[in-house]
């Protein structure tokens, strides 16, 4: 970045400061090629011009999300940007397509919920805020469209939130890729839960961080070919090995050690460990302990989560028995041996810790101490055995720690992918690198000198891809930048890895000669750098050399870069670990065939690192990269704070500042032609006045400043680095220059002022002079008019009364001969009157008694007609009343044959009752008598024990001799009775038994026949309901005679009232009712000799039933032909509804237990839907669904009577007669119903509700099913049609070229015109939906929440806009927005509250962001204002998300004031604090905002009487029913 050299006296710039890394100020002199500036912080300070940077002071106040917007892009610019983003919790800044990450120090969960994820996910790379996700969507769309993998770059030091922006991208990823793990876990959490493993085995503290990452990790998330996420793997690269046996003060080791040293007392006994000061790979430095941190916690967090990847405990024993050896490893030491060049081991503590590593190792403590220090040379002639030195067996210990540590940690970077589980056949992967950051401390070593030539590495990755954007935006606008050369680190990598002569290559070849030292290899860097310029010897020091990187000069110190680069592979260290009896260390050590030969093999350190550091950038070489920058904003790890310097120091670090010295090479500011003729356009006034091009414009602007270098692309101006400072003081200038002809203009208009005012006073007090004359003067030419007046008057009243003497005596002469014609003229024509009357009497008297005789003949041909119509008439009528008779005989037999049948079942009944209750009795009979003999047989079993007993006493008390016989034969005669008794007792108790079998018999034979019993109960019980079905089928039947029959009755009425009395007579004849109540007569039927002679025939019960299925199909085939066609409205009522809901009625489908009916009813509905995007459909269907659905509510009841069994309500009749009576009753063709024909359905209420069985409730519920589809269906097709209208209008039209000059009003005129054109639109939809509502008759309720579901979704999509989009949020955006709201308040107006509702308070949203955006003098409003007066709705976080990306782009006012942001800094914190959501999104509500109840609450009462069928129904004799009064009286 080279300065400026248009700085001129006033101009503001950046400075240096040693403080603040850079600050503002004005120039105030300039002295050749010094300038002296006065800074903000009042002091002046002297610098050369060529390190002063101007400064847009034009700028944002909230900056800018994309830094190569920025009219000046240099260092200062930048780090300014980043500042005042910062400060408005903007931690994300695009430069190009890199990413900047400021870490806040704070939770703001608001950036990284669902819904924010949902709003990035498929929008284009800077249409939005900048953002993690933005990056993570560029790699996964360019993924998935061009079938290539991609990786993205996190880097910076530690604390910068490269582990937090990982875990976002892979979340962003995962909801994208949308896998889940295993048991539950995603593929993130196992990735992130293998963090603090490979945390505690690879990261270390540094002199600038406590938790620095020694090693790479690159992530890599595998996808298949549908773009699902399959697998994950975890690669590392370049652990730092050195550091296992070097370390620097105040540097520690890997955390394992302490860890491993802090662990519980029993485990350290167990490993043999004590305190870490006591180890020598750990007391090379004092540092043991971090602050803030229990190593001991430390320990079992790194326990629980090797439990979690998937690590057993003996594998976790193995590891720590592993990590403990190297550290007894370490304290092995050597002393010279008694042979020359040999060693031993130098004291017996050497020889306890040599023990106890191989005791840890499971292998021979002989066999390691032969490994360390002694070599076999295997030769042609011979195997040699040497010993080492003990400097030689130093390195060959320290060789083997490194080997067996790192040996160690790839095995848990495999154990770990093997617990994520990877998917060996992705094709693409995104891959996420994580790796340490550039180093520059005061003292650098070799590991500082590996870190930055990584770093070096991936910056030139990093320059190529920055380049290739650059070309490749020069190349999309075809502009010539071929002689454009950038900035390359080509000749820094060659000096590090070339081969040979490279620093590397050097190394090694130092550490192959035994005598090299760090001074001879210093040497060597001296002789062969000497002419670089990247390389440089610093003058007082000897082993010490500097290099140039992209980041800086960074002076390493070679004192123990020998030491660390050695890294000999050992063949006995591998035999001897490969023979070790713990698997796991011989898992460590698989057996290669290119090792099997024992010659000891040299490796280093720096070409391993190389060789890694290879296949790392061929990895990046086979993706798209993609780049994130993270900033730790300060050291003190706390939010707010921003440190200049700090910051500074990472961008350098970075390599953003690097890509903005590439930037700067070729063109680093680009403008479209609209935004450099806004700015620009004031130097050359007359190119805008005139119609050209926006690209020929700029050219003739360019070329009338006389610019040279600039390139004109095909949308954009291209300028040199400086040309845009020379621009802005040329435009400074002629703005300075039109601010002096406006001072000079407002002056001479102030003058002017106080001239015409002292001109005005003069005219004045001349005007009252003239007054006063002209005053007196008025007075004499009034006094004069007055005379003349009087005058006048009097002459005119003399003139007046001759006049009015003479007209009087004219009218009096006048009136006496008028009245004399008059009186002659009445006698002529009353003498006129007369003569016509009696001629009018005479010929009426003709005319009637010619049309009497014409009647009387008439009369007489009508009665003779009359007469045969009428007994034509009388014959169908007497046929029809046979066929009826014939019906009402056959089911009268079949109620007989049911009362019959129900008899036999109650008898059946009743017999198996008293047989069951027979069998119980002799059960408990038998079962006591059982119980009885029990009792004896234990009573004779206790009488014989109890004898033997007393003959036992007996024998036992009496003489030995002399009694002895009697007692014997006593004795025997009781135990032979006793014996009789019991087998007699045994006897009685088996007889017993089979009595008791015997009755089990007859119990499972009589179980048997009840079974038969109940089985043939159980065939009569249905065979009693299928004849109580054909009853029923009966009873429909003769309702429809009955109904048709009325007709014809009716239509004979109607031909002859002297039919009355025969129609009264076949009345009679089939069913004698009153029509009035409609109770049949003297309880009982006549038949006639027909009717019982037709029930006596044997096909009576099969042929009315059959006929009742087949019109009840045919009925139902009409029906569902009939509503699928388009029957429109009656009345506003639409007839399908009503006509599905009278036939459902008549035919009573909503009480029984099966039919199909409402199955194809719904069916019909669906089909008619099927096609989503036929609105007018969807219409009609809503508004017969939902009067369909109102008239079930109101009509069905679901109770408990409805669930009865059918015996039950056969038996609610005392007979057959009153169950035929009670099945009239109901019909709604009965005239007991006769309320039904003469007032129809008007009034629901009065209606009884019908018991609704299953079928009538399923349906009710499909219905309400469908209502809800159909009404989802309209709402989305109306979203749909207005989303993308939505994206036009939230952003205001820009203002054409020719607005620039002919002024504000009319620019604003064109633009408003321009988007109402997209608000008109909506307009014109939301106008067409309400017309097709209104014209399909739909229920306002149902319009009013489509329409307020719809007003919610657009203030969903346009507030959302709002706060994603900072263009969006600008004062005249706000005043576009707010004259398009005032579009749609228009519409709510006209739409009337009938069909809009509250759908205007939904935009609420909306209103109040746009109304803050265009209210002034925002900075004096305070925060109770904003949050009670003027945004009430909106919350803090949409608050402060407005205020800071607010910028006034019509007068250049500022936002609210920064104490206001502060407070809303400390509010939101504490919403944070007490778990309030912080998400500033809204979200679209799209669930169904209405229930079945509200529908029946809120609609008017449906009259289906009066609705007039269609003519496909008419012409249907079974459709009568649909026919309304005056019709069927018509017919």
Not at 128 to 137: G, K, R, T, W, Y
Not at 220 to 226: A, G
Not at 994 to 1007: G, I, M, W
Request: proline share 3%; aromatic share 8%.
């Amino acid at each position: 970045m080279v300065g400026p050299v248009n700085i001129i006296v006033g101009s503001h710039v950046w400075i240096e400061d040693p403080g603040v890394a850079w600050i503002d100020g004005e120039v105030v002199k300039i002295s050749g090629e010094e300038v002296h500036v006065q800074t903000t912080n009042g002091k002046t300070v002297v610098a050369k011009i060529a390190n002063v940077f101007p400064k847009d002071t034009e700028a944002l106040p909230g900056g800018v999300d994309d830094m190569t917007k920025l009219s000046y892009l240099h260092e200062p610019g930048v780090l300014n940007n980043l500042a005042m983003r910062y400060e408005l919790n903007e931690i994300y800044t695009y430069t190009g397509n890199i990413l900047i990450a400021v870490n806040p120090f704070q939770r703001l969960p608001h950036l990284y919920d669902t819904h924010m994820m949902e709003q990035y996910k498929g929008a284009g790379f800077g249409e939005l805020s900048p953002h993690v996700f933005a990056i993570a969507e560029v790699a996964y769309r360019a993924m998935i469209n061009e079938g290539k993998s991609n990786s993205i770059l996190v880097s910076g030091e530690s604390g910068a939130g490269k582990t937090e922006t990982t875990k976002m991208l892979m979340r962003y990823l995962a909801y994208l890729g949308g896998r889940s793990g295993v048991e539950g876990r995603t593929v993130e959490q196992q990735v992130l839960e293998s963090n603090p493993v490979l945390e505690a085995f690879g990261n270390a503290k540094t002199l600038r961080n406590n938790n620095s990452s020694r090693f790479g990790k690159f992530v890599e998330l595998q996808f298949d070919k549908s773009g699902r996420i399959s697998g994950a793997a975890v690669r590392t690269y370049l652990l730092e090995r050195s550091r296992v046996c070097q370390i620097s003060d105040p540097e520690r080791n890997y955390h394992c050690f302490y860890l491993l040293c802090a662990a519980p007392p029993e485990e350290r006994e167990k490993f043999k460990l004590g305190d870490p000061k006591s180890f020598h790979y750990l007391n090379q430095s004092k540092c043991y302990k971090l602050d803030g941190v229990d190593d001991t916690e430390e320990y079992l967090a790194t326990r629980r989560a090797m439990d979690v990847v998937g690590i057993s405990e003996e594998e976790q024993d193995a590891i720590f028995r592993v990590v403990a050896s190297i550290l007894h490893l370490g304290n092995v030491e050597f002393a010279k041996g008694k042979e020359i060049d040999s060693s031993v081991l130098k004291d017996d503590k050497s020889r306890f810790h040599l023990d106890a590593t191989a005791e840890l190792l499971r292998c021979d403590a002989k066999s390691l101490e032969d490994a360390l220090i002694k070599r076999v040379m295997v030769t042609p002639e011979e195997v040699i055995t040497r010993t080492l030195d003990p400097d030689s067996a130093t390195g060959s210990r320290d060789a083997l720690a490194k080997t067996i540590y790192s040996r160690l940690f790839d095995w848990l970077v495999d154990k770990i992918n093997n617990s994520i589980g990877q998917d060996p056949n992705s094709k693409t992967i995104i891959g996420v690198l994580d790796i340490y950051g550039f180093e520059s401390f005061k003292i650098n070593s070799f590991e500082q000198f590996c870190i930055n030539f990584t770093n070096e590495k991936l910056q030139q990755h990093f320059n190529q891809h920055v380049f290739k954007m650059e070309q490749e935006d020069y190349t999309k606008e075809e502009i010539n930048w071929s002689y454009i050369e950038f900035v390359d680190n080509k000749d820094v990598l060659e000096l590090i890895e070339k081969k040979p002569g490279g620093v590397i290559a050097l190394l090694d070849e130092a550490c192959m000669f035994p005598k090299s030292t760090h001074e001879t290899f210093a040497q060597k860097l001296y002789q062969t750098f000497k002419n670089s310029k990247r390389f440089t010897k610093p003058k007082l020091s000897r082993t010490s050399f500097a290099i140039s990187h992209y980041a800086g000069e960074v002076t390493y110190q070679a004192d123990l870069f020998l030491d660390k680069n050695k890294d000999y592979v050992v063949a006995e260290h591998q035999d001897l670990l490969i023979a070790s009896s713990c698997t796991f260390v011989a898992g460590l050590f698989p057996r290669l065939a290119e090792e099997t030969s024992s010659k000891t093999k040299f490796s280093s350190i720096g070409s391993r690192f190389k060789l890694q550091l290879q296949s790392l950038m061929e990895t990046l070489n086979q993706t798209e990269p993609h780049y994130i920058r993270c900033v730790k904003p300060n050291n003190v790890l706390k939010p707010a704070i921003f440190e200049n310097v700090n910051v500074i120091q990472q961008l350098r670090c970075g390599g953003v500042l690097e890509a903005i010295r590439i930037s700067c090479a070729g063109y680093p500011t680009k403008r479209t032609f609209y935004e450099f003729l806004n700015r620009f356009g004031v130097l050359a006034p007359e190119v805008l006045e005139g119609n050209y091009d926006d690209k020929v414009a700029c050219k003739m602007l360019l070329d009338k400043i006389g610019l040279k270098g600039f390139e004109l692309g095909k949308t954009k101006v291209f300028l040199r680095a400086g040309q845009m400072a020379e621009l802005d003081a040329r435009r400074a200038e002629v703005l300075g220059n039109a601010a002096r002809k406006i001072q000079m203009q407002i002056r001479t208009y102030i003058a002017q002022k106080e001239f015409r005012a002292l001109r005005g006073a003069a005219i004045v007090l001349q005007s009252n002079c003239r007054g006063k004359l002209a005053c007196n003067l008025y007075e004499e030419m009034r006094r004069q008019a007055a005379a003349v007046k009087i005058e006048k008057s009097f002459r005119r009243h003399v003139a007046r009364e001759s006049y009015l003497r003479i007209r009087h005596s004219a009218i009096a002469v006048q009136t006496a001969l008028r009245g004399m014609v008059a009186r002659n003229e009445f006698r002529f024509r009353k003498r006129m009157k007369a003569a016509t009357i009696i001629q009018a009497r005479l010929r009426s008297h003709l005319a009637y008694s010619y049309y009497k005789k014409l009647q009387k003949a008439a009369l007489a041909s009508q009665c003779g007609w009359r007469s045969r119509v009428a007994r034509k008439e009388l014959r169908t009528l007497k046929m029809a009343a046979r066929d009826t008779g014939a019906l009402r005989e056959a089911k009268d037999k079949l109620e007989k044959r049911v009362e019959e049948l129900t008899w036999r079942l109650q008898l059946e009944k009743r017999q198996r009752t008293d047989l069951e209750e027979a069998k119980a009795q002799e059960y408990a009979k038998q079962q006591e008598a059982l119980q009885a003999m029990r009792l004896q047989v234990e009573e004779a079993n206790a009488a014989v024990i109890r004898e033997r007993e007393a003959a036992r006493k007996a024998i036992e008390e009496a003489p030995p001799v002399i009694k002895e016989t009697p007692v014997l034969v006593e004795d025997t005669e009781k135990i032979n009775s006793l014996t009789s008794e019991v087998e007699a007792l045994k006897a009685s108790l088996q007889s017993e038994r089979q009595a008791a079998e015997d009755l089990r018999k007859a119990f499972s034979e009589a179980e048997a026949r009840n079974s038969e019993l109940a089985t043939e109960l159980e065939n009569a019980t249905r065979k009693a309901d299928q004849l109580h079905e054909s009853v029923q089928r009966l009873e429909e039947k003769l309702s429809n005679s009955e109904s048709e029959i009325q007709v014809l009755r009716q239509q004979a009425l109607a031909i002859s009232p002297t039919s009355r009395t025969m129609a009264t007579r076949s009345k009679t004849m089939l069913l004698p009712r009153t029509p009035e109540n409609g109770n049949l007569l003297n309880g009982e039927t006549k038949t006639t000799p027909d009717m019982a002679l037709a029930v006596r025939e044997p096909e009576s019960e099969e042929k009315p039933q059959k006929y009742l299925n087949e019109k009840q199909q045919e009925n139902q085939d009409i029906l569902v032909k009939c509503i699928s066609q388009n029957l429109g409205y009656a009345g506003g009522k639409p007839v399908a509804a009503c006509v599905i809901y009278k036939s459902l009625l008549h035919w009573r489908s909503f009480e029984v237990e099966r039919t199909n009916v409402f199955d194809r009813i719904i069916q019909t509905i669906a089909s008619a839907i099927e096609v989503p995007d036929n609105n007018e459909v969807l219409a009609y269907w809503l508004s017969n669904s939902a009067t369909l659905l109102l008239l079930l509510q109101r009509t069905l009841k679901a109770t408990g009577a409805a669930s009865l069994t059918p015996q039950r309500r056969r038996t609610s009749s005392a007979s057959l007669f009153g169950r035929m009576q009670q099945g009239l009753r109901a019909s709604p063709q009965s005239p007991g119903l006769s309320f039904l024909n003469r007032q129809g359905l008007s009034k629901l209420d009065d209606l009884r509700q019908v018991e609704a069985k299953y079928p009538a409730l399923l349906f009710k519920q499909q219905l309400t099913a469908f209502l809800e589809k159909i009404y989802g269906m309209i709402r989305d097709n109306l979203k749909k049609e207005i989303s993308p209208l939505l994206g036009l209008c939230i952003q205001a039209p820009r203002t054409s070229r020719a607005s620039l000059v002919k002024g504000r009003a009319q620019a604003n005129a064109v633009a408003q015109q321009a988007l109402i054109a997209h608000w008109q639109s909506i307009r014109k939809s939301l106008n067409a939906y309400l017309n097709l509502m209104k014209v399909n008759n739909a229920p306002p309720f149902l319009v009013r929440k489509v329409f307020t579901q719809i007003f919610s979704f657009i203030n969903v999509q346009l507030f959302n806009s709002l706060l994603l989009r900072r263009e969006c949020c600008s004062f005249s955006n706000g005043e576009y927005v707010k004259a398009g709201l005032a579009e749609l308040e228009q519409w709510c107006a006209e739409a009337t509250d009938e069909y809009a509702g509250s759908a205007w308070d939904e935009l609420r949203h909306i209103r109040q962001a746009v109304g803050f955006l265009v209210i002034h003098q925002k900075p004096k409003k305070t925060l109770d204002e904003i949050t009670r007066e003027l945004c009430p709705v909106l919350s803090i976080q949409q608050l402060y998300r407005i205020s800071t990306m607010y910028w006034d782009d019509k007068y250049g006012t500022h936002s609210v004031s920064s104490d206001v942001i502060a407070n809303m800094r400390v509010m939101m914190t504490e919403d944070s604090n007490n778990a309030v959501s912080s998400s500033f999104l809204l979200d679209d509500d799209s669930s169904i905002p209405f229930t079945v109840e509200d529908i029946s609450k809120s609609m008017q009462q449906v009259d289906v009487n009066d609705i007039e069928p269609p003519q496909l129904i008419r012409e249907n004799s079974g459709f009568g029913f649909l026919l309304t009064r005056k019709e069927g009286s018509a017919s």
